[in-house]
């Protein structure tokens, strides 16, 4: 079956720049989480949502970060005025509730 | 929050060999994962290993709860296993994100 997609994969912005990162969970799974990823660490939770709802969103660094899951499948992480500290992968994973995670590909952002 | 620290940080291993990469967390869990990046920076699945040992083909991952730690096994290792390595775990109960540790980076060698 189809697993975790996002779109785009590369992404190159100039800084200053609005971008837009999607997420297409596997079918069925109610929770998504969105994880930023710098060169040479570990993922780091961003933001996470239930269904529609978004019941945590403590890991977004800045107010320039913002992320909806209108209908409770596909997502999209938006980035304003994009910085150059934004660099880096950002991946998306979904899960039943407890269950266990599943990792899309990454959209890798450079920001110029 | 809860810490999750991964050794070792770096392995460069000849192929065939065996070997072991080790996780600490500071805390109780119920749930703890283990992914492979591969150099392509997707993130595989290898164990969801809240507790006990299990295996699948040359891997196998131990879990001691109450000690905190978990194992993961790789018997002679392929290049492909080349990549890193992550454990990860909740910071409380529940459906909630993981925390990952930054990760052992494996390096096979023909």
């Known amino acids: 079956g189809a697993g975790v997609s996002q779109s785009p994969r590369y992404k190159v912005a100039k800084r200053g720049q609005d971008v837009a990162l999607r997420c297409d969970p596997i079918s069925g799974h109610v929770s998504l989480f969105w994880y930023q990823q710098a060169l040479g660490q570990g993922p780091e939770f961003l933001t996470y949502f239930q269904n529609e709802a978004q019941l945590d969103k403590s890991g977004l660094p800045s107010d320039r970060f913002f992320a909806e899951r209108p209908e409770g499948s596909v997502s999209t992480l938006k980035i304003q005025r994009t910085q150059q500290e934004d660099s880096a992968v950002y991946l998306c994973?979904?899960?039943?509730?407890?269950?266990?995670?599943?990792f899309g590909p990454g959209t890798r952002l450079l920001v110029l | 929050g809860i810490q999750v620290e991964q050794s070792p940080p770096d392995l460069i291993l000849q192929e065939g060999a065996n070997s072991t990469l080790r996780c600490n967390f500071s805390d109780s869990v119920n749930n703890l994962q283990w992914f492979h990046q591969n150099p392509w920076g997707q993130l595989i699945n290898l164990f969801y290993i809240p507790s006990g040992t299990k295996q699948n083909g040359r891997l196998s991952a131990t879990t001691v709860a109450t000690e905190r730690y978990s194992l993961l096994y790789i018997s002679s290792s392929q290049t492909t296993d080349s990549g890193v390595y992550f454990c990860a775990v909740p910071p409380n109960s529940g459906n909630t994100p993981l925390v990952f540790g930054k990760g052992t980076r494996l390096s096979v060698i023909a």
């Open positions: 994973a979904s899960s039943f509730p407890r269950g266990t995670q599943y």
